[in-house]
Each structure stands twice: as C-alpha cells, then as structure tokens.
C-alpha cells in the first residue's frame, strides 16, 4: 500500500484542487470532513477537562492527547485546503474555567477520554473501509493504528488507577 500510496502523492504534486476531487469521492470527502470535526470536538472538550484535572499523571496523558489532536487536525486541514473541501467551524483555541464543580473528578475526567477514544476506533475502522484511494485509505490506516495504541495505554492506564470496572471473575 505504500508503493501505490506515494505512486499517487506524484502523480497528484501540483495538480489543481478541482483535479483532485475528481479523484476522491463523496464518501472518502465525508468521512475526511468528520474525522476533522469530530477532532474539534475531542480538542475541545479535552481542554475543557484539563482545567479540572488534579492527578499530574492524567494531567500529562491529556497534554499527550490535545498534542496527537493538534498533529492530525493540522494534516486533516491540509487534506481539506488540498481538496478545496470546506472545514467544519474550529472550536475556540483556550477554554478556562475558574469554578471546579465537586462532581468532575478525575475519574469522571478518564472515562469522558476513555468513552472518547473507544467512539474514535468505530469512526477510524469506517473511513478506512470506505476509501478507495491508497493515499487516503493510509491515512485513515495510521489513525486507527495509532487509536489502537493509545486504546491499549489507556485501558491498562485506567486499570491502575482503579478507574475501570471490571468484570467478576467467573468461578465455578
């Protein structure tokens, strides 16, 4: 996939937008729209969390996180200006809040991440089924890879913490 991937990156250097959307079709353009808005939404909404976080650890796995969101926003917007596709509207830039109310623990805080993350493998495994184009469908293959990743992280991440529920163990 590599080969025909970076095949179409030449192929496709200096090409017009109005050439290159005819080589991608509505549905790739679709799910490349919503792999961008819903990274708006996950930026914003992490960063809104941030402010309530007390655990340094969490602290630093959300930094990690709102930093992996900004790489892939950056590259999904160079797709969409490529393909002269129009953006969803980006959420504000800082989000700060000085009131903490009781009921958004860090627990509370994990699980929003945690419920995020597990959504975003649903989304990544669809966008890569549904894209012909090689280039394209390696973009949505290092997503899913990547969310695959940090879905095994967190889970033991969250194991530790005692932030997870698990299961009773099944004796007989």
């Given at each position: 996939m590599k080969i025909l991937q970076l095949l179409e990156s030449i192929i496709d250097t200096g090409k017009a937008p109005q050439l290159l959307q005819r080589e991608i079709n509505v549905l790739e353009v679709s799910n490349l729209w919503l792999e961008l808005a819903y990274r708006y939404d996950v930026m914003e909404e992490t960063q809104i969390l941030l402010n309530y976080v007390e655990d340094a650890d969490l602290k630093a796995v959300l930094q990690l996180g709102i930093k992996r969101l900004n790489k892939q926003i950056n590259m999904l917007?160079?797709?969409?200006?490529?393909?002269?596709?129009?953006?969803a509207n980006r959420h504000r830039a800082v989000v700060a809040d000085a009131v903490k109310p009781e009921v958004v623990t860090d627990k509370y805080i994990f699980l929003r991440i945690f419920s995020g993350i597990q959504s975003f493998l649903s989304i990544h495994i669809n966008a890569f089924i549904q894209a012909p184009s090689p280039k394209l469908r390696e973009v949505f293959r290092e997503f899913l890879l990547e969310e695959i990743g940090i879905y095994d992280k967190i889970i033991e991440y969250g194991k530790l913490k005692n932030w997870i529920s698990e299961p009773p163990a099944f004796r007989v």
């Open positions: 917007e160079q797709w969409m200006k490529d393909y002269a596709i129009p953006t």
